[in-house]
């Protein structure tokens, strides 16, 4: 492969997706040129301002709105505020020269060819020889796109079809052109990967190429099942949504927020240009969509389809529900099944899929005909769409937010008795799965000797799944690389002298079965000779902080000694992981909360991947945090310290991050919040969080790793800080941001964070914190507000503000 290196891009085309897609590779460090038209016409304000089409500021109007537009969005493209400066802005009339200096140009333009073309004659004008041309298009053939280019742009054009938002959904789509050099989709595949963070799937140019085409169907497939069934909006989104390991906004709702009018073009498009596809009819509108459609009740850009928000009487915000058959509001549907009903304390989705497929009864009569009908369709597309079963599972996982692909889930169910339900149901797929199964191989996938292998048709044998070769997958992992479990945790061979750690419990909440988890890995790992441990899953949370259940039990019951038992050995567990005598690495990932923060900052790095969302979050349920996160802050603002600073602005900064329970919403948050060490680093792919945690494991144990000491020299403020950050809570409290309650946490956080009742500024130890923070835990778990506030969460998963 060729020896690249991105340092500019240019985008052509700022809306939605053009705008978003700049600011991920801002994320990443590259610098981006942004281009859009120049304005037709002046706006009113800028006819009033006496301005011309001549002046800059209204040619670069267009780009200019569509970047402010793209950062005031939720959720945010940037992963933090100043990262924006990367992106400059101009025009296609003054400014397409400057791509001569870029290293790749990607086409973000409207979905029409013509349009393109224009485009693209501009770009071969200016662009230099060999440099990225790329085309994110969501479906115009990418072999129509270069007619016409010099040798040398085919060559180097590709397709490269990113999903909105860019940021958070992981697919990437590499669709290469008839005369697409091997080396660029060599690279295009690898840079999306490691440097963009993206599930990066190569696919053949055919239409909606791989994820659309599939996760499309799926949908208008669906809908066709929901007509004939009879089935409610709210019955259809239950059963759509986490239940099944697909994203919480399910599929109405998700319709909704994508826009209706989006996935009916998309839908018309399949129909128009798929004259062979068998289940073309599939993607006609049913009257549950064609309806909406006719009255352009889209969804959120429309403010009405199968939801809309209201107020009832007393001005109260209301969502109501679109009722399928009159096409009238009405309240939401609660849906009642008893197949959801069975699993409803099961949080195994590979346990619950077989469970809700077999259960005799609406929803498993649903769940039947959908699964099964998606199960027939992608065995056909294949060779298709694609030559390999795994690329068709990694987009639809990837691009539509499915925690299983097609065929994954398939195995589950198990693949040869699904078959003979699937006949009896009449669908039949296609001629390879039979042959498959005649030669004595029962699914797609196997794991072998920490390999993950999935079934090639052609050869009829297993291959690795391309890769995956330099990833530790726990999952290859049960078994024989098992070294010890508990039910909350189990500890990993992965390999190289390194253990790993995983959590299994909900949510990862961290309870008595992981911190023994925690001890005995370090016990094995210093006992055995373990090189060190990486802590770390590769489920959707890192860990959603201690569990709380057990401490509302105690605190009701006023069982303070309990309490402070548990706390004391939360504590003792964190300063085990800071002071062990060999390396520990947390790999983290999503939310990193409470206590799972805790655990991470004891830890000697965080691994984390660039969407951790990490905060003290203590306050939320009125408490402080009490397992060494607000010793540790102290202990960094202290560390922070240079001659000359204003000693009490970085510690204020702590205090305000616990006080108001502020969450990092990024990895580069995280940094900026004193969460990381210098020793910390971020993965931009999610599925490589634990390989790179066991690479800064095996750097440190090779540079000799040392078991340091307990520091007994950390510098707090004393009555001089207590007094400062008092006058901010009394501030708050008289400004109503702050509830009575609010400030009591808050002041003896203040106390905890400055040390207590001393006269001066002094130096002490981490056990000193450490008891103050139990003392102050202790005190507020009898307060009768702080249990409403841990009731709240336990029984209805909200905060409450009290």
Request: aromatic share 8%; charged share 25%.
């Amino acid at each position: 492969m060729k020896n690249r290196t991105i340092k500019k891009v240019a985008v052509l085309g700022s809306g939605v997706m053009g705008s978003r897609i700049a600011c991920h590779f801002a994320n990443i460090g590259v610098e981006v040129l942004l281009l859009d038209i120049v304005p037709r016409e002046l706006s009113e304000k800028e006819a009033a301002q006496g301005l011309t089409l001549e002046t800059k500021s209204v040619r670069n109007r267009i780009v200019n709105d569509a970047l402010k537009s793209a950062l005031k969005s939720k959720p945010a493209p940037i992963f933090k505020k100043g990262i924006e400066r990367l992106v400059s802005t101009g025009n296609f009339t003054d400014d397409m020269p400057k791509i001569s200096k870029v290293d790749w140009v990607i086409e973000v333009v409207v979905e029409n060819i013509d349009i393109k073309k224009i485009v693209f004659e501009q770009v071969e004008k200016y662009r230099k020889p060999g440099t990225l041309i790329t085309s994110n298009t969501s479906g115009i053939p990418i072999k129509f796109m270069c007619e016409g280019r010099s040798d040398d742009f085919v060559k180097h054009f590709c397709g490269t079809h990113f999903f909105n938002p860019p940021r958070y959904l992981r697919l990437l789509e590499v669709i290469p052109g008839p005369s697409t050099d091997q080396d660029v989709i060599d690279f295009l595949m690898h840079y999306g990967d490691v440097h963009l963070g993206k599930e990066t799937v190569l696919c053949k140019d055919t239409p909606a190429f791989i994820a659309n085409r599939i996760g499309v169907y799926a949908i208008m497939s669906g809908m066709h099942t929901v007509q004939e069934m009879g089935l409610t909006v709210g019955e259809v989104d239950k059963l759509t949504g986490p239940l099944i390991g697909r994203a919480k906004s399910a599929t109405f709702r998700t319709m909704d927020v994508v826009g209706l009018d989006t996935t009916v073009k998309v839908s018309a498009g399949l129909h128009a240009g798929l004259p062979k596809d068998e289940s073309k009819e599939r993607f006609v509108l049913p009257k549950i969509v064609s309806e909406l459609n006719d009255r352009k009740w889209w969804g959120d850009k429309t403010k009405q389809g199968y939801y809309k928000k209201t107020k009832d009487e007393k001005g109260k915000k209301v969502i109501l529900e679109l009722n399928l058959e009159t096409f009238e509001y009405g309240p939401k549907t609660r849906a009642k099944f008893k197949a959801v009903e069975a699993v409803k304390d099961n949080d195994n989705l590979r346990e619950r899929l077989p469970i809700l497929l077999n259960f005799e009864d609406k929803a498993g009569e649903f769940y039947r005909k959908t699964f099964f009908d998606i199960f027939r369709y992608c065995s056909n597309r294949i060779p298709e769409i694609a030559d390999e079963l795994f690329r068709i599972d990694e987009a639809v996982a990837a691009g539509f937010a499915w925690e299983l692909g097609p065929f994954e889930t398939w195995d589950i169910l198990g693949v040869k008795e699904t078959v003979e339900k699937m006949e009896a149901a009449g669908e039949k797929p296609a001629a390879w799965v039979y042959e498959m199964l005649e030669a004595g191989h029962t699914s797609f996938y196997k794991n072998e000797d920490r390999k993950r292998l999935y079934y090639d048709i052609p050869s009829k044998s297993y291959k690795v799944v391309p890769g995956t070769e330099s990833l530790v997958m726990l999952e290859t992992l049960r078994g024989e690389k098992v070294v010890w479990s508990n039910p909350g945790a189990t500890l990993f061979d992965i390999g190289d002298g390194v253990l790993n750690l995983e959590f299994h419990t909900k949510m990862n909440a961290l309870g008595g079965e992981n911190l023994e988890g925690v001890n005995t890995a370090i016990a094995i790992a210093e006992e055995q000779g373990w090189k060190g441990i990486v802590i770390g899953n590769e489920s959707a949370n890192f860990s959603a902080g201690a569990n709380l259940a057990m401490l509302f039990m105690f605190a009701c019951d006023q069982e303070y000694d309990e309490i402070n038992m548990m706390i004391a050995q939360f504590q003792k567990t964190m300063m085990r992981v800071r002071y062990s005598s060999i390396p520990v690495v947390a790999a983290t990932s999503g939310l990193a909360l409470g206590g799972g923060c805790e655990l991470s900052m004891h830890c000697d790095a965080i691994q984390a991947h660039a969407e951790t969302y990490m905060g003290l979050v203590e306050v939320g349920v009125g408490l402080i945090p009490a397992g060494g996160g607000t010793k540790e802050m102290a202990l960094r603002v202290s560390d922070s310290f240079r001659a000359g600073d204003p000693e009490y602005n970085r510690l204020q900064d702590a205090f305000m991050s616990i006080a108001t329970a502020k969450v990092a919403t990024s990895a580069e948050e995280m940094r900026d919040m004193g969460f990381m060490n210098a020793h910390s680093k971020v993965t931009l792919n999610r599925k490589r969080v634990i390989a790179d945690a066991k690479t800064r494991v095996l750097e440190m144990s090779a540079l000799g790793y040392a078991q340091a000491n307990q520091r007994r020299d950390i510098k707090v403020q004393g009555r001089g800080g207590m007094a400062l950050f008092e006058a901010g809570v009394a501030g708050m409290q008289y400004a109503h941001w702050a509830s009575e309650h609010d400030a009591k946490i808050a002041r003896k956080l203040n106390y905890v964070i400055n040390g207590g009742d001393l006269s001066a500024p002094a130096y002490v130890s981490e056990q000193y914190l450490l008891d103050l923070e139990r003392e102050a835990f202790l005190s507020l778990s009898g307060e009768k507000k702080t249990l409403e506030r841990i009731q709240s969460i336990i029984f209805k998963g909200k905060p409450l503000r009290n």
